[in-house]
């Protein structure tokens, strides 16, 4: 198959770009031609090119509504996939994802949509959007199918009706093994804590340092690693806690893989997800995860199992959570060894690539009278 991968942002490096980037490279291993058109470039299209993935540039596609530029980025999507010729379009995010899907019907090419997070929801108050539900709805009807990263995403389209039941698909995020070799044991004491995720709404850093100041009796560092808006005012909270010794915030092009295979405890405080790539990265490590249970994470994080998930916003639940882990290394081992076995037998990048090939598969179908 010939494919192209649509997305806004070239600029970040989040979920959306992290799938695209493991996707791609999977499907060009399994011969499939692999092109990917996003928006301002950056460090996601600097990780494209060092992989080989070839990569076109849309410099009006942005992800603030602008039509005199969403006009502009739907015509030069319209040229690009003229000189392209995909056999499929799959457009990625909320933005792209209306322009793309719009741009392959123009050309007849059958499209898949894959929202990462649905815009139905205002990310800042977690109340439904009219006018978004509107404009999926609208765009739902112009593409073939809908890939949902988690089945908490699919109940999410079918209970607005975005796009016809029947279009509906899950696709778990998946991610590639990498040479796996821990530099710190564990149950290494004391333990370092990592949380990778953009300093933006919703992520909830905030609810994290307050769990974390509860538990200054015992010891255990914590890393931040991203990029973002918030990143200041995360700064200064630590520091208003009192927690500068103990609290690191690292630049997002920090080698991750390297630090989870240092640290001992993986946390994700949040307030709306899909399946975050970044619990799949840290199961691979054989990292026990703390995670808020919202969106799709209790997919991938078994309560008591491979981890603990607790409430949305809850400090105290989130540093009871914590604080049994740190106390009990044993407790970390056997939750992180689960973990690991979870991700190799559910969450690879070649099982989430083969279960999408289906989908292209069944979007590529002639339509049955």
Request: aromatic content about 4%.
């Amino acid at each position: 198959m010939k494919i192209v991968h649509v997305l806004t942002r070239g600029d970040v490096l989040g979920g959306a770009q992290s799938h695209v980037r493991e996707l791609s490279l999977e499907l060009r291993s399994l011969g499939h031609d692999v092109t990917v058109i996003t928006g301002a470039p950056g460090i996601f299209t600097d990780q494209l090119r060092q992989a080989g993935i070839p990569w076109l540039p849309v410099k009006s596609l942005v992800r603030p509504v602008r039509p005199h530029r969403d006009l502009t980025a739907l015509v030069e999507l319209w040229c690009a996939l003229r000189n392209l010729k995909p056999d499929l379009v799959c457009a990625h995010t909320s933005k792209a994802g209306s322009l793309a899907r719009a741009a392959a019907r123009l050309h007849h090419i059958p499209s898949v949509f894959t929202p990462h997070g649905w815009s139905i929801l205002d990310r800042t108050s977690l109340r439904t959007k009219p006018l978004f539900c509107w404009a999926e709805r609208l765009s739902g009807r112009l593409g073939t199918r809908v890939i949902n990263v988690c089945e908490h995403e699919r109940m999410l389209a079918q209970q607005f009706g975005v796009c016809p039941k029947n279009a509906l698909e899950v696709v778990h995020n998946g991610i590639a093994e990498i040479p796996f070799a821990r530099l710190r044991p564990i149950d290494a004491q004391p333990p370092v804590i990592v949380m990778v995720a953009r300093f933006t709404w919703p992520k909830d850093h905030g609810t994290l340092l307050n769990a974390l100041y509860g538990l200054l009796s015992m010891e255990w560092r914590l890393l931040l690693v991203g990029a973002g808006e918030l990143k200041a005012r995360v700064g200064a909270q630590v520091s208003a806690l009192g927690l500068s010794d103990r609290v690191s915030i690292l630049p997002p092009e920090s080698d991750v893989n390297h630090l989870l295979m240092e640290a001992q405890i993986f946390v994700l405080s949040t307030n709306l997800e899909a399946l975050p790539i970044s619990i799949l990265e840290a199961m691979r490590a054989a990292l026990p995860v703390v995670a808020t249970d919202v969106g799709g994470i209790a997919e991938s994080v078994r309560h008591e199992e491979t981890g603990l998930l607790v409430r949305r916003g809850d400090v105290a639940g989130l540093r009871d959570a914590l604080a049994r882990l740190i106390a009990v290394p044993a407790l970390r081992v056997a939750m992180g060894t689960a973990g690991r076995r979870l991700w190799a037998a559910q969450f690879t990048a070649s099982a989430m690539a083969a279960r999408t090939v289906e989908v292209y598969k069944r979007a590529l179908a002639p339509v049955e009278n």
